[in-house]
């Protein structure tokens, strides 16, 4: 079975500054994907960036972007130039290639100081 | 425009008490997830319909049901709530179960069991 690891339960980053969470997994497959959620307080969830597998080239999405490394089995998210709003907890999940079921993380509160 | 819509979001309940949770969207997709999500941890996937097939997690508490009526309805079902069923809620669809699509989630409903 695949699992996802957030090593960071917290993290908090000056507005305007950069700042990276961490994601590792662990899978036999070669064939999957890989997806930062943001989940703001009391909202719903949201899709930040989405990483194929076969992709060697690392995702980008305006201020945020991943460090995919394949062999590691580590997908980062950076954030950067942080705004108040980027304020949330953020799931890193895994999804099969043969599957449908996305498996999460344990999630990371980012929160952010104007 | 609100895609993914539950209601309540917020419902409280009597341990052994049945209650049901719904979900609604605007997207026309053909899948539609439940998860539950307890306090600070991640959202595990109870079920999913593909159209009007019923897919079950191996894990899924038989206490546990769904109905979908319809594509834009899906219905959980809790037929006897115990404590350690308090949780929040996330409803999700996505246009195919494909590993490629997105999944669009709803806010939630935050069930408390007294």
């Known amino acids: 079975a695949q699992t996802v690891t957030q090593s960071q339960p917290e993290m908090s980053v000056q507005e305007a500054e950069t700042v990276t969470l961490s994601c590792t997994y662990d899978?036999?497959?070669?064939?999957?994907?890989l997806f930062w959620y943001k989940q703001p307080p009391s909202r719903q969830m949201i899709l930040v960036i989405r990483?194929?597998?076969?992709?060697?080239q690392n995702a980008t999405e305006n201020r945020f972007s991943v460090n995919f490394q394949k062999a590691a089995k580590s997908f980062s998210l950076k954030i950067s130039d942080s705004q108040l709003g980027d304020a949330a907890m953020y799931f890193c999940?895994?999804?099969?290639?043969?599957?449908?079921?996305?498996?999460f993380g344990g999630g990371t509160r980012l929160m952010v100081k104007p | 425009d609100a895609m993914v819509i539950q209601n309540p979001r917020y419902q409280v309940t009597q341990f052994g008490k049945p209650v049901t949770l719904s979900c609604s969207q605007t997207l026309n997709h053909n899948v539609m997830y439940w998860y539950q999500q307890k306090s600070s941890q991640a959202p595990k996937l109870l079920f999913h319909?593909?159209?009007?097939?019923?897919?079950n997690e191996a894990d899924t508490p038989d206490n546990f049901q769904s109905r979908r009526p319809n594509t834009s309805f899906c219905f959980l079902d809790i037929r006897s709530p115990g404590l350690g069923d308090a949780a929040m809620y996330l409803c999700a669809t996505s246009s195919t179960p494909l590993s490629t699509d997105t999944q669009y989630f709803g806010p939630g409903t935050r069930l408390t069991v007294l």
């Open positions: 999940a895994y999804r099969s290639g043969a599957g449908n079921m996305l498996t």
């Open positions: 990483q194929e597998a076969y992709k060697q």
């Open positions: 899978t036999s497959e070669s064939d999957y994907y």
């Open positions: 319909y593909y159209d009007k097939d019923f897919n």
